[in-house]
Each structure stands twice: as structure tokens, then as C-alpha cells.
């Protein structure tokens, strides 16, 4: 049995399409069937079941799925791990932000880029949902994000500092003389909400869930930037996660009265995978910046 053959049957029981798969894998259908062919003569049993209507995993198949993707990742993370020792700082660093955690990064890529040059960062900006599929399937090294409302099973989750969900205004809106704000005064101001699918508008539509709130919401934005400065140059209100607005001067972040309001800051790694030096270096100057006064928790240095 070949890494290269579990590659093929995991790329192909994900499209269960032998056309596609073959492309995906830059080689021809035919040494694609060749390959999966003599996996299934070393195994003794059946992987696919082809017939007109399409292909689909066999029993046997189904079985081996999840041992071909973890004997394929601890390869990766091998070659990975030895990789990381003999180029020490270099390479590729792969990184998911989730929009809301985004404004609080701007620091620490300046000063990772400054210290460690030879580094390439690719920065992916998308919804929780799409980045957890990217680190996943190993596209990305880590995800930095609020707190997950479900749970993923072949994640971990690491805080790295506390934060809360926020009513935001400029800093010349009534809500700037108040201490905090309960979910029915709320409804007394015109709110621009984070677009669904946004971490803080998913946290959001949790906390009032069932409640009978009425908000007057005459925008919905899913570029956070926009919508920071929109509300910095009008009256309406917004809800967000607190670290968002740091280094804007002109907004305002007001606690929300109500339960379930918190929003830990997260770093997110596959389980029992390895760890690039130079990821464990991006978390910790992050956490080592203005935006992120809290410390970093253990697992940094476990490594």
C-alpha cells in the first residue's frame, strides 16, 4: 500500500467522480483506475461501486476513509515537521481570519513580516463555517477566531483572550454615556447588523433567539471595514465583538446587558497534528500586541 494510492482513493471517494478526481490529481483517469484497481487487490475488497447512475463508496470503502485521511495528514505533518527544522523560519504560513476577528491582526502581520522576512503569509478572510472546511482538509495551518458556537470534532480550540459582544456607535452618539445597554433599549436605536454567517451576527441572533425583539435594521453588511465606517460617520448603531473596533478612534463599545454575550478569542488547529514554528510565532506576537493585552495560554509552549 502507497501514500500515493490512499491519496488517490481519499481524492476520489471526496468527488466520487473518477473524471474529476483524475483532474483534481493532475494525472490521467487511467493510471487513476490503475492505481485504485491494485489498492483494492492488496486489500482483497471492493472500494467503489460503479454503475450508470455514478460512483459511491462501498461498505469497505467507507471504512477505510477516515484511516487513508489520518495516515495521509501524519505524513504530511512529517514532512512538514522536518521541513520547519532544516529551513527554521521560512516557508509558507497559511492563515484563516474570520472578518469580525480581522481588525485586531494589522499589528502583529507588520511586525511577523519585519522579524521573519522570509516567511510568506497567505491570509484568508471567510466565514467560520468556510475556514474550519480549509483547515480540515490541511489548506490552512491555523484559523484565529471568536469562539465556535458548535463543536468540531478533529479541531481544537485554544482562548487566547477574553472578549464580549458590544453595542458600537461613534463616539458622539447618546450611547457614549452609558455604561452598558439592555437588549430592550436597544431596540430603540436604527442598528446596522454584521451580515449572517458573521461570527458576531451568529452570536447576536443566539442571544435574542425567541425573545420577541423588534430591531429597526435598515442595513446588513458583511465587509466589516464598510461597516465600521459607516456607523463612525452616521447615527445608526452596530453589534460586535469588542476587539473588533480597537484602533478606531471614533467608536465607542458599549457592554450588552444580557447572558451569553461572551466571545473568547480562539486560535483553532487540527488535533494531533503538527504545529509550524512559525504559527506558534504568529500567535504569540499576536498575543504579545497592543490589540491582545491578555497572555497566551499554555499550549504555546508545549510544542
Given at each position: 500500500?502507497?501514500?500515493?494510492?490512499?491519496?488517490?482513493?481519499?481524492?476520489?471517494?471526496?468527488?466520487?467522480?473518477?473524471?474529476?478526481?483524475?483532474?483534481?490529481?493532475?494525472?490521467?483517469?487511467?493510471?487513476?483506475?490503475?492505481?485504485?484497481?491494485?489498492?483494492?487487490?492488496?486489500?482483497?475488497?471492493?472500494?467503489?461501486?460503479?454503475?450508470?447512475?455514478?460512483?459511491?463508496?462501498?461498505?469497505?470503502?467507507?471504512?477505510?476513509?477516515?484511516?487513508?485521511?489520518?495516515?495521509?495528514?501524519?505524513?504530511d505533518?512529517?514532512?512538514?515537521?522536518?521541513?520547519?527544522?532544516?529551513?527554521?523560519?521560512?516557508?509558507?504560513?497559511?492563515?484563516?481570519?474570520?472578518?469580525?476577528?480581522?481588525?485586531?491582526?494589522?499589528?502583529?502581520?507588520?511586525?511577523?513580516?519585519?522579524?521573519?522576512?522570509?516567511?510568506?503569509?497567505?491570509?484568508?478572510?471567510?466565514?467560520?463555517?468556510?475556514?474550519?472546511?480549509?483547515?480540515?482538509?490541511?489548506d490552512?495551518?491555523?484559523?484565529?477566531?471568536?469562539?465556535?458556537?458548535?463543536?468540531?470534532e478533529?479541531?481544537?480550540?485554544?482562548?487566547?483572550?477574553?472578549?464580549?459582544?458590544?453595542?458600537?456607535?461613534?463616539?458622539?452618539?447618546?450611547?457614549?454615556a452609558?455604561?452598558?445597554?439592555?437588549?430592550?433599549?436597544?431596540?430603540?436605536?436604527?442598528?446596522?447588523?454584521?451580515?449572517?454567517?458573521?461570527?458576531?451576527?451568529?452570536q447576536?441572533?443566539?442571544?435574542?433567539?425567541?425573545?420577541?425583539?423588534?430591531?429597526?435594521?435598515?442595513?446588513?453588511?458583511?465587509?466589516?471595514?464598510?461597516?465600521?465606517?459607516?456607523v463612525?460617520?452616521?447615527?445608526?448603531?452596530?453589534?460586535l465583538?469588542?476587539?473588533?473596533?480597537?484602533?478606531?478612534?471614533?467608536?465607542?463599545?458599549?457592554?450588552?446587558?444580557?447572558?451569553?454575550?461572551?466571545?473568547?478569542?480562539?486560535?483553532?488547529?487540527?488535533?494531533?497534528?503538527?504545529?509550524?514554528?512559525?504559527?506558534?510565532?504568529?500567535?504569540?506576537?499576536?498575543?504579545?500586541?497592543?490589540?491582545?493585552?491578555?497572555?497566551?495560554?499554555?499550549?504555546?509552549?508545549?510544542?
Open positions: 500500500m502507497e501514500l500515493r494510492q490512499l491519496k488517490y482513493f481519499c481524492k476520489t471517494a471526496e468527488l466520487l467522480n473518477f473524471s474529476e478526481a483524475a483532474k483534481a490529481l493532475y494525472i490521467t483517469q487511467s493510471t487513476l483506475s490503475q492505481q485504485i484497481k491494485q489498492l483494492e487487490g492488496e486489500l482483497g475488497a471492493q472500494l467503489f461501486q460503479r454503475n450508470s447512475h455514478g460512483v459511491s463508496l462501498t461498505e469497505i470503502g467507507m471504512e477505510l476513509l477516515p484511516y487513508a485521511k489520518s495516515t495521509l495528514n501524519k505524513a505533518s512529517c514532512i512538514e515537521h522536518i521541513r520547519d527544522v532544516q529551513n527554521l523560519m521560512t516557508g509558507t504560513l497559511n492563515i484563516g481570519v474570520t472578518y469580525t476577528f480581522s481588525p485586531t491582526l494589522n499589528e502583529t502581520l507588520l511586525e511577523f513580516m519585519k522579524r521573519y522576512p522570509d516567511v510568506k503569509l497567505n491570509i484568508y478572510n471567510k466565514t467560520m463555517e468556510e475556514l474550519m472546511s480549509m483547515l480540515e482538509k490541511r490552512i495551518d491555523i484559523v484565529l477566531s471568536f469562539k465556535p458556537t458548535q463543536v468540531y478533529r479541531i481544537e480550540s485554544h482562548i487566547l483572550f477574553d472578549n464580549h459582544l458590544v453595542a458600537v456607535a461613534n463616539k458622539n452618539h447618546e450611547l457614549a452609558f455604561r452598558s445597554i439592555d437588549l430592550t433599549r436597544l431596540q430603540q436605536y436604527k442598528i446596522a447588523l454584521p451580515g449572517k454567517g458573521l461570527q458576531a451576527r451568529n447576536f441572533d443566539i442571544i435574542v433567539a425567541n425573545k420577541g425583539y423588534k430591531y429597526n435594521c435598515p442595513i446588513e453588511l458583511n465587509e466589516v471595514n464598510i461597516l465600521l465606517n459607516i463612525s460617520r452616521s447615527n445608526l448603531v452596530t453589534i465583538s469588542e476587539a473588533t473596533i480597537y484602533g478606531e478612534p471614533n467608536l465607542i463599545a458599549v457592554p450588552i446587558d444580557a447572558p451569553g454575550t461572551q466571545m473568547e478569542g480562539c486560535v483553532h488547529v487540527l488535533k494531533d497534528n503538527y504545529r509550524k514554528h512559525s504559527a506558534i510565532k504568529f500567535v504569540k506576537l499576536l498575543c504579545e500586541s497592543e490589540s491582545i493585552r491578555e497572555k497566551a495560554f499554555n499550549w504555546l509552549h508545549s510544542s
